[in-house]
């Protein structure tokens, strides 16, 4: 038996521990489970570097300024809690996405950028599409309630707001 989803889920029911009044950080701190670019290269404390996208037929590395991020190693390790900003994007050879504020420790050839925002919970499909990138069965997927989804993916994507 399948759910339903009553109203939109974009204002979520959870509480995300990384936030309080304590702190200016407006940021979400949740990230999307897909990659916005992966690096190719040791990069700098400010930049990240990665092959040249191929949009059309290599939708990777299509990253926007402006676009909002946190740095992962290639294993799926979140390397820092601080959500970074694209302000610059180079073209050559490969490219260069120059962000701010820096990071502890430069990005290296594996690590990944993930989007941070909360698409992956705007509706029953889009949380269905990641639960089957995430290797669950549609059969388990049509057992699970919207809170059962929430979590599965919070717990694979984003466990430091929990």
């Known amino acids: 038996m399948a759910t339903h989803q009553i109203g939109s889920n974009i204002e979520l029911g959870f509480v995300d521990k990384r936030r309080s009044s304590l702190t200016a950080d407006t940021n979400t701190h949740v990230s999307r489970g897909v990659a916005l670019f992966t690096a190719n290269a040791t990069g700098t404390t400010t930049t990240i570097v990665g092959a040249n996208a191929a949009p059309g037929t290599d939708d990777t590395n299509v990253i926007r300024r402006g676009e909002k991020f946190r740095l992962f190693t290639s294993a799926g390790v979140l390397k820092q809690e ?81």
């Open 82 to 162: 601080t959500v970074f900003t694209a302000t610059a994007i180079a073209v050559a050879g490969s490219t260069t996405v120059t962000f701010s504020p820096a990071a502890a420790t430069a990005p290296v050839s594996g690590d990944v950028a993930r989007q941070v925002g909360v698409s992956d919970f705007a509706s029953q499909a889009t949380m269905d599409t990641r639960l089957l990138a995430l290797g669950y069965s549609q059969a388990n997927i049509d057992k699970m309630t919207e809170n059962d989804k929430i979590y599965a993916i919070r717990t694979a994507d984003d466990p430091g707001s929990m």
